[in-house]
């Protein structure tokens, strides 16, 4: 091997080793490779096609609310009540899910304040079994809304989901109604329930709290629907317009409040608790 062979293989062999695995990232939209230190200081939205990138519970939560917020504990459920299994056991996705996630399931709720505004914040993270509403999910959604309801504070919640978890059944679907009485139990209380519409929401959880809010946001290019557009288009045999169940075609049909960017999420919410507040109405 000659002198410039040796020199050659040190240099590449010295680049792959200094260079980690995580220092670029690509965005799904527009295939741009970005600078993951740019992309996080970005909120994690592009800077290029300002693609919103999807986030888990806890950046989301670090996002919206003030320093020194509190986790509410995960509720307790059975984990597999009809001992399902399809290619694999329910248990072993939850294991695998849980492998790779910081919480025991989908959904997370923080307690603490907006810009000073007091808060109880449900996140849904698409990353464990997509989002999808089991008996644990209700549970926490529940335990959000009961901690508004304490704290005589308004509930938000951003929904990030593929629907039901097909794993639990009847069980899965009984989450509905129960969170819907939740939204009625703080309207009745004069709290302030907004939804945040995060990419994607779909599903029985479109179909039930992530619809019921007395405001709604959404993040730009979310996907919102309840079926999917290929199941709509079979179905009534037309072709879809651009753009459809994306959140600025849903906020020209009044599906939704407004479109919000991330950046300006954390503000936009802060305002909207002091128009809504009933402490400030007071």
């Given at each position: 091997?000659?002198?410039?062979?040796?020199?050659?293989?040190?240099l590449?062999?010295?680049?792959?080793?200094?260079?980690?695995?995580?220092?670029?990232v690509?965005?799904?939209?527009?295939?741009?490779?970005?600078?993951?230190q740019?992309?996080?200081?970005?909120?994690f939205?592009?800077?290029?096609?300002e693609?919103?990138?999807?986030?888990?519970?806890?950046?989301?939560?670090?996002?919206?609310?003030?320093?020194?917020?509190?986790l509410?504990?995960?509720?307790?459920?059975?984990?597999?009540?009809?001992?399902?299994?399809?290619?694999?056991r329910?248990?072993?996705?939850?294991?695998?899910?849980?492998?790779?996630?910081?919480?025991?399931?989908?959904?997370?709720?923080?307690?603490?304040?907006?810009?000073?505004?007091?808060?109880?914040?449900?996140?849904?993270?698409?990353?464990?079994?997509?989002?999808?509403?089991?008996?644990?999910?209700?549970?926490?959604?529940?335990?959000?809304?009961e901690?508004?309801?304490?704290?005589?504070?308004?509930?938000?919640?951003?929904?990030?989901?593929?629907?039901?978890?097909?794993?639990?059944?009847?069980?899965?679907?009984?989450?509905?109604?129960?969170?819907?009485?939740?939204?009625?139990?703080?309207?009745?209380?004069?709290?302030?329930?907004?939804?945040v519409?995060?990419?994607?929401?779909?599903?029985?959880?479109?179909?039930?709290?992530?619809?019921?809010?007395?405001?709604?946001?959404?993040?730009?290019?979310?996907l919102?629907?309840?079926?999917?557009?290929?199941?709509i288009?079979?179905?009534?045999?037309?072709?879809?317009?651009?753009?459809?169940?994306?959140?600025?075609?849903l906020?020209?049909?009044?599906?939704?409040?407004?479109?919000?960017?991330?950046?300006?999420?954390?503000?936009?919410?802060?305002?909207?608790?002091?128009?809504?507040?009933?402490?400030?109405?007071?």
């Amino acid at each position: 091997m000659s002198w410039l062979s040796r020199v050659r293989n040190s240099l590449l062999f010295r680049s792959k080793k200094e260079s980690p695995d995580n220092l670029w990232v690509k965005c799904p939209h527009c295939k741009e490779m970005l600078f993951t230190q740019e992309y996080e200081a970005n909120l994690f939205v592009c800077p290029r096609c300002e693609h919103h990138g999807r986030i888990g519970a806890d950046v989301r939560l670090a996002q919206l609310l003030d320093d020194g917020f509190k986790l509410l504990p995960a509720p307790k459920v059975a984990e597999d009540p009809l001992k399902f299994r399809d290619t694999k056991r329910y248990t072993e996705r939850l294991k695998a899910a849980r492998a790779n996630n910081p919480h025991a399931d989908a959904f997370t709720v923080g307690f603490g304040t907006i810009e000073g505004r007091k808060a109880v914040v449900g996140v849904q993270d698409f990353t464990f079994m997509g989002g999808s509403m089991g008996m644990a999910v209700g549970a926490a959604f529940v335990a959000g809304a009961e901690k508004a309801l304490s704290e005589k504070s308004a509930y938000i919640v951003v929904t990030a989901a593929g629907g039901a978890r097909m794993q639990e059944g009847i069980l899965s679907l009984m989450q509905m109604p129960k969170a819907t009485v939740m939204t009625r139990r703080l309207k009745e209380a004069g709290l302030p329930y907004i939804v945040v519409l995060a990419d994607p929401t779909t599903g029985g959880v479109t179909a039930s709290y992530a619809m019921l809010g007395d405001v709604h946001i959404a993040e730009p290019g979310a996907l919102i629907g309840f079926a999917g557009q290929r199941v709509i288009q079979d179905t009534i045999r037309e072709q879809l317009p651009e753009g459809f169940q994306r959140a600025e075609y849903l906020h020209k049909h009044g599906m939704v409040d407004m479109v919000v960017e991330r950046k300006e999420l954390r503000h936009t919410l802060a305002q909207l608790l002091d128009y809504l507040s009933p402490a400030k109405a007071a």
